[in-house]
Structure formats: C-alpha cells, structure tokens
C-alpha cells in the first residue's frame, strides 16, 4: 500500500473528525440538539469508514474492498432512505440522506488519492 496515500487518507479524516466532534460539543452546549444529532452521525460514520480502512489495508485487493464497502455500508441507508420516502417519514428521509452524503465524500476522496 502506498503510504502517504494512506497518511493523507488517514489524516483527513482524523482531521474531519476532530472538526465534527468540536462542532458536535459547539451545538450540544448551544442546545442545538437536532444539528448536534447530525453532526454526531458524521462523526460515528467517519469512524466505521476509519475501522474498515484498517480492517480491510493488509488485503491483496484493498483498494478495491475498501472501495465496495462504501457501497456495502450505504446500501442499508438507502434502503431506508427509500422506505422513509414511502411513508413520509421526512426526519429519517433527511438522515439517511445526511448518511449517504458523507459517504459519498468518503468514497470520493479515497478515489482522489487512490487514482480510481
């Protein structure tokens, strides 16, 4: 594996998750609780993508199993985001839509740095 592709991987999103988790602490204290519930799903979805990366990096075919995972972990918000959208349940429409989205930052900067 490259190492400063995986150092500037890593680093950014150490980086966004120490940005989420102050935010996080800015909106719960401001009493912000809806935003500060946002914020927290970002940090918790950084951090499941963070373990799949060191899960998955010793692998033959990693960049290609870390590049599926986006696609294996967001498949469950999407079905939901679907099921949300039939009943009208717009609070989970917006937070699996709010999910899917950070994963596609993911996935799109790992392909940045991976070239893929």
Same mark, same amino acid.
């Not at 009493?31 to 946002?38: F, K, Y």
């Not at 799903?41 to 995972?69: C, H, M, Q, W």
């Given at each position: 594996m $490259?190492?400063?592709?995986?150092t500037?991987y890593?680093?950014f999103l150490? !980086?966004?998750?120490?940005?989420?988790?102050?935010?996080?602490r800015?909106?719960?204290?401001?009493g912000?609780?809806?935003?500060?519930?946002?914020?927290? +799903?970002?940090? $918790? +979805?950084? !951090?499941?993508?963070?373990?799949t990366f060191?899960a998955?990096?010793?692998?033959?075919?990693?960049?290609?199993?870390? %590049?599926?995972?986006?696609?294996? +972990?967001s498949? $469950?918000?999407?079905d939901?985001?679907?099921?949300?959208?039939s009943?009208g349940d717009?609070? %989970?429409?917006?937070v699996?839509?709010h999910? +899917?989205?950070?994963?596609?930052?993911?996935?799109?900067k790992?392909?940045?740095?991976? !070239? !893929?």
């Amino acid at each position: 594996m $490259n190492t400063k592709i995986k150092t500037e991987y890593l680093s950014f999103l150490e !980086g966004l998750s120490a940005e989420k988790e102050a935010e996080h602490r800015r909106l719960s204290s401001a009493g912000a609780a809806d935003e500060a519930r946002l914020v927290k +799903i970002e940090a $918790n +979805i950084l !951090g499941v993508f963070r373990d799949t990366f060191f899960a998955l990096e010793k692998a033959p075919e990693f960049p290609e199993k870390y %590049t599926e995972s986006f696609d294996k +972990i967001s498949k $469950n918000w999407s079905d939901r985001l679907r099921f949300a959208q039939s009943y009208g349940d717009f609070e %989970t429409e917006a937070v699996e839509r709010h999910k +899917i989205a950070v994963c596609d930052l993911l996935k799109e900067k790992f392909a940045e740095l991976w !070239g !893929g």
